[in-house]
């Protein structure tokens, strides 16, 4: 950046020098001719110093205007323009100065006229190089390879006409004309290059004329000027730099004017036909807004917004509606300059006429409906065009577009506007998937705790006991399931085991199963019977879970001192008992329902309790059913027997051991450690003390 | 998955359940009962000849409608249980609170037997 700047301030500084060079030295020359003496500098010194001039400026307008991104069309002429402008206003300053000096010696002074008129020249050429800049600009808009070559041809021959300038050799007649010929075919292959025009919005384009008709006026004025003060110092001496002599500006000026002839044309004859494009332009605007809108964090809300705006800007309708089923099938209306009884207007006189359009929501085609307005009184609308709004192939909604004119509507418009429909369509579909995706995500997270809570409810240490050793364990599936144990310590001979399954998974079961743990924890304490804590468990439960929800539950008290168990089954899984002496193990089928299936207090009449004593070598074997559940992949399940038999081989041993061998054996079964439940088991080993 | 057809005799709604009841599925199962009760059905009958599994959501269904049926004075009768099934009942407690019988005969003489 800062490197342009300076290259920029060098091609300036190198302009002013060569001119101030060019000036001094034609001054002279043209002085010692008058004179008769000879000149102090070289003939060819002015023409030398235009030439580098002329290339300064080049250079000057290629960083000001060429390489400057930040310039559009209209700017682009406003920098010829305002170029011209100022070399106008100077040359009429000096023009003001030559005018007050009036008829004194200094006015008719031939060399004080040169002065003026290298002025006025230098001006000149100061103008055509920075037309020739913005020029090169609006030709090389939308280039093609070909395009970049010819200009690039055309630059090298402007190059070839500077140093055939600089010189001073003269070609003959025939050179010169085929010169001509090639320059002015280039001239002409260039100005058809009018892309750029298209671009401009119809206030842009009376702009870039009234620019473009300045910009003539400029140049005729300077040429008038420059033409007529060399005229002047011609007669009076030749040696100077006349312009005439100078063949690059002389074709600087004729493609300068060339190309802004065609432009202006161009311009002039696109006039009437900017609306179209600026139209065309609209709707691809439009397009984009409806298919960037799910990127923008907006909501379905404006994706119907924006539909009903450009479907109405880009058919010129005079109103709109749009309905539309929303995700959670509310039915929503937007209006756009109508009513809503209006637009209940027409859809009930539609209905009333028994006329099967979109508007019912029962085709997908697209309607033009114009026909059966006419019909219908003490409306305003001549013309309706319905489009279904169709997400995920189902219709949930309409678009409606009316105008007061009859056979407003012509097929073009149709498929614009379905176009934007079906865009539509898919943004709202995107939305929802998205909407979708943030929902699962939430979901997870809200699994996620849930699971943690769940495993922070289980206990991290259980009683033991010199008479028994307890391990538990368990492991759940991917969703959170309510699985739940714990032991307590009543008194120094009572020890309170609990084994529950919550129905249901996800937060709620690890909520009811907190709610679980703490009925656990308060009733145990109070050293209750069995069927006792059972029925105050379920009259506890039944005001925390909903219909349909229960928790099955088997409760033990552990007596050290009588050596015995008494224990209820509230609809869990019997327990599985193995008695050391006889090796024979039998599951405690009791009676009991589960918590939270009676409601009342009736409860009692569907729970009992019963005990039994225990001898050391025993083992108790709690589990929940995500164990005799966990299926093989023939479908078959593990079953009773088969747990009943896996306890059996390894009867000897210590729970720890047991505990292993049991879920060995679920595993080898199912062929996976990935069973599609919770499974947990507490393992209870009698031992002599 | 499950699939549950309705049908009446002798005055009573029988609804078959075919193939497993999960979580998912039970919501069908509570919806054909509700329907059955909206109608007005006094007796209503489940076909469990075809249902091979059920999950704890689907005996919460069952559950759920225990005291409603009680209220409104509706016979809901069971028959037809595979074993696997009926153990599932049976551990649950449920046993004892629905009326569950062999076959579709015995099923409506309870039936018309309870609505006397």
Same mark, same amino acid.
């Given at each position: ?33 008058? /004179? ?265 809300? !404006? ?62 085609? *697209? ?147 907190? /709610? ?32 349909? !929800? ?77 164990? *005799? ?35 060995? !054996? ?13 499974? *947990? ?9 | 998955?499950?699939?549950?057809? #309705? ?62 049926? #009680? ?46």
């Amino acid at each position: 950046m800062n490197k342009n700047k300076a290259l920029v301030r060098l091609a300036l500084f190198g302009s002013i020098v060569a001119w101030l060079a060019l000036l001094f030295s034609d001054v002279t020359v043209l002085f010692s001719n008058l /004179q008769g003496l000879q000149p102090d500098v070289p003939v060819w010194l002015p023409r030398v110093m235009l030439a580098a001039y002329i290339v300064c400026l080049y250079y000057y307008y290629k960083f000001r205007i060429e390489l400057d991104d930040s310039l559009n069309f209209t700017d682009l002429l406003w920098k010829v323009f305002a170029t011209g402008l100022i070399t106008t206003v100077v040359s009429l300053i000096f023009r003001l100065l030559v005018f007050t000096l009036g008829k004194t010696s200094l006015a008719t002074n031939v060399v004080f006229s040169d002065l003026i008129c290298q002025i006025n020249l230098a001006l000149l050429v100061n103008f055509l190089v920075a037309a020739l800049a913005s020029w090169k600009r609006l030709i090389l808009y939308q280039k093609s390879k070909w395009l970049i070559r010819t200009w690039l041809v055309f630059e090298l021959i402007l190059l070839g006409v500077l140093l055939y300038d600089s010189a001073g050799i003269t070609f003959s007649e025939n050179g010169s004309t085929f010169m001509n010929l090639v320059i002015g075919g280039l001239v002409l292959a260039l100005s058809a290059n009018m892309r750029w025009v298209a671009y401009l919005n119809f206030k842009q384009k009376w702009t870039s004329l009234l620019l473009l008709l300045l910009t003539f006026f400029y140049l005729a004025y300077f040429f008038y000027t420059v033409e007529r003060s060399t005229e002047t110092i011609a007669k009076v001496s030749p040696a100077f730099l006349d312009y005439r002599n100078q063949l690059l500006i002389l074709v600087l000026a004729a493609f300068i004017i060339i190309y802004g002839i065609f432009s202006f044309l161009v311009i002039l004859f696109n006039l009437p036909t900017s609306s179209v494009f600026e139209q065309k332009l609209e709707e691809v605007v439009n397009f984009q807004r409806i298919s960037q809108s799910i990127q923008t964090e907006q909501d379905e809300e !404006s994706v119907y917004n924006i539909l009903l705006e450009s479907s109405v800007s880009s058919v010129f309708a005079d109103a709109a509606w749009l309905e539309i089923t929303g995700a959670a099938n509310e039915r929503r209306m937007f209006t756009y300059r109508m009513t809503e009884q209006e637009s209940r207007n027409i859809r009930e006189h539609l209905e009333k006429n028994n006329i099967k359009g979109v508007l019912d929501s029962g085709t997908e085609k *697209t309607k033009n409906l114009s026909r059966h307005l006419a019909s219908m009184k003490g409306s305003r609308f001549r013309s309706l065009l319905a489009f279904p709004i169709v997400v995920k192939e189902e219709n949930i909604g309409t678009l409606a577009l009316l105008k007061e004119l009859p056979e407003g509507f012509n097929k073009e418009m149709t498929r614009i506007v379905s176009t934007f429909a079906n865009q539509a369509g898919i943004s709202i579909e995107n939305f929802r998937l998205m909407e979708e995706a943030f929902q699962n995500a939430r979901y997870k997270e809200e699994l996620k705790i849930a699971k943690t809570v769940q495993q922070s409810l289980l206990p991290t240490r259980l009683e033991q006991d010199k008479d028994f050793e307890i391990v538990a364990f368990s492991a759940s599936a991917d969703e959170v399931g309510g699985d739940y144990y714990d032991t307590l310590r009543v008194n120094d001979h009572l020890v309170a085991l609990i084994i529950a399954d919550v129905s249901g998974k996800g937060t709620t079961a690890a909520f009811h199963m907190s /709610q679980m743990k703490g009925i656990f924890h308060s009733l145990a304490q109070q050293h209750l019977d069995p069927k006792e804590f059972m029925s105050r468990a379920n009259q506890a439960l039944v005001f925390c879970l909903e219909r349909g !929800s229960f928790i099955s539950a088997s409760y033990f008290i552990i007596d050290t001192q009588e050596k015995k168990i008494r224990y209820s089954r509230a609809g869990h899984c019997p327990v599985l008992y193995l008695r050391a002496d006889s090796k024979e193990s039998v599951y405690l089928k009791d009676k009991g329902a589960a918590l939270g299936m009676v409601r009342s207090r009736d409860y009692c009449n569907y729970i009992e309790a019963n005990e039994f004593t225990y001898a050391p070598g025993d083992t108790m074997l709690l589990y929940t059913d995500g164990i *005799t559940e966990a299926k093989n992949n023939k479908g078959d399940e593990f079953g009773n027997d088969r747990l009943a038999a896996a306890l059996n081989e390894v009867a000897g041993a210590s729970a720890k051991e047991i505990e292993n061998h049991i879920i060995k !054996s679920l595993y080898e079964f199912s062929g996976s450690k990935n069973i599609n439940d919770d499974y *947990t088991s507490m393992t209870v080993k009698f031992k002599n003390n | 998955m499950v699939h549950i057809k #309705r049908l009446q005799e002798s005055g009573a709604d029988i609804i078959a359940v075919i193939g497993e009841i999960d979580a998912s599925s039970s919501i069908e199962l509570d919806l054909a009962i509700a329907k059955s009760v909206g109608e007005g059905f006094k007796k209503v009958l489940v076909d469990c000849h075809a249902l091979e599994y059920i999950s704890s959501a689907g005996l919460g269904v069952f559950m759920s409608y225990i005291e409603e049926f #009680r209220d409104k004075k509706i016979q809901m009768v069971l028959f037809g249980l595979k074993e696997k099934v009926a153990n599932t009942f049976e551990i649950l407690g449920l046993a004892e609170l629905l009326h569950i019988r062999e076959n579709k005969n015995e099923a409506l003489k309870l039936a018309n037997e309870l609505s006397v």
